[in-house]
C-alpha cells in the first residue's frame, strides 16, 4: 500500500531563513510524488510535482524538492522564507500500477508552517 | 479560467440530518474528485468521476455517502444520514484527465456535524 510520511506537525522558522520540509514516502513502483499548499479557507494549490528525469524540481514561488529514491524522500526546500509561505504542506505520492492505470493520490498528514518576523 | 466552484462553503448540521455539496469543475477537465480533509489529516480520495463513470470509489462509505455528476460536469456529493465523524471539509477538485495530472482544488466545504 502506498503512503506518506510527514514527520514534522508544525515548523516555525524566521522570515529571510532557509526552510526544508521532510516527506518519505512508501510506493511499490516508481513513484509521481507532489508538494501542495493550503492556506487557510483555501483548496490546496500544487507547488511542484515529479514524475521523471532530474531529480531536483522547481515549482513556483521559489519552491524546490528532491528525488532521493535511495531515502525514499521528497523534500520541499525554499532557500528564503517569506511572511506570505505561512500554510500547511503536504506532501503527496501516486502513479502507475503494474496494470498501466494511475493509483490515486495519497497525501500524508501537512505541516503546518509559522513564520516568525 | 474560473477555478473549480464550490456550494456551500459552511454547513452546520444535527447527526443524523442530510446534506449534499455542490462542485462545478473547470471548463473542459474530465476527471473529477471528491476528498474528505479530517482536522489534523491530509485529503482523503473519497470518489473519483471520468466524465459521468466511477473511476474509483473505493473509500466511499456507500450506506451513507453519494455521489453522482450527470452530463458528466458538475457533481454532487450527499450524505444521508451524517454522523458526527463526518465533521470535515470536502474538497473537490478536477484535472484535465486521470493519470496524475494536475488536479486543481475548489476552497472546499466545512461540515460541522452536531
Known amino acids: 500500500a502506498q503512503s506518506v510520511t510527514q514527520p514534522d506537525i508544525h515548523i516555525t522558522v524566521s522570515e529571510g531563513a532557509s526552510l526544508e520540509l521532510r516527506c518519505n514516502y512508501s510506493y511499490g513502483a516508481t513513484p509521481y510524488l507532489f508538494w501542495y499548499v493550503q492556506s487557510p479557507g483555501q483548496g490546496l494549490q500544487l507547488l511542484l510535482k515529479y514524475f521523471s528525469g532530474d531529480t531536483l524540481v522547481q515549482g513556483i514561488k521559489g519552491f524546490e524538492a528532491e528525488f532521493k529514491r535511495s531515502q525514499s524522500s521528497f523534500n520541499l526546500r525554499k532557500p528564503s522564507v517569506h511572511w506570505s509561505d505561512a500554510a500547511e504542506y503536504f506532501c503527496?505520492?501516486?502513479?502507475?500500477?503494474?496494470?498501466?492505470?494511475?493509483?490515486?493520490?495519497?497525501f500524508g498528514t501537512g505541516t503546518r508552517l509559522q513564520v516568525t518576523l | 479560467e474560473a477555478g473549480v466552484a464550490q456550494s456551500p462553503r459552511y454547513k452546520i448540521i444535527e447527526k443524523r440530518q442530510s446534506v449534499a455539496f455542490w462542485c462545478n469543475p473547470i471548463?473542459?477537465?474530465?476527471?473529477l474528485y471528491w476528498y474528505q480533509q479530517i482536522l489534523g489529516q491530509g485529503p482523503k480520495l473519497l470518489i473519483q468521476?471520468?466524465?459521468?463513470?466511477?473511476?474509483?470509489d473505493s473509500q466511499l462509505p456507500k450506506d451513507r455517502f453519494s455521489a453522482e455528476r450527470l452530463k458528466g460536469v458538475d457533481s454532487t456529493l450527499k450524505i444521508q444520514p451524517a454522523k458526527l465523524e463526518d465533521s470535515a471539509v470536502y474538497l473537490c477538485?478536477?484535472?484535465?484527465?486521470?493519470?496524475?495530472?494536475?488536479?486543481?482544488f475548489g476552497p472546499g466545504t466545512r461540515l460541522t456535524v452536531t
Open positions: 503527496a505520492v501516486g502513479g502507475l500500477k503494474n496494470t498501466g492505470t494511475a493509483s490515486k493520490l495519497t
Open positions: 471548463s473542459g477537465h474530465a476527471t
Open positions: 468521476f471520468q466524465n459521468n463513470g466511477v473511476v474509483d
Open positions: 477538485a478536477s484535472s484535465v484527465a486521470g493519470g496524475n495530472y494536475e488536479q486543481y
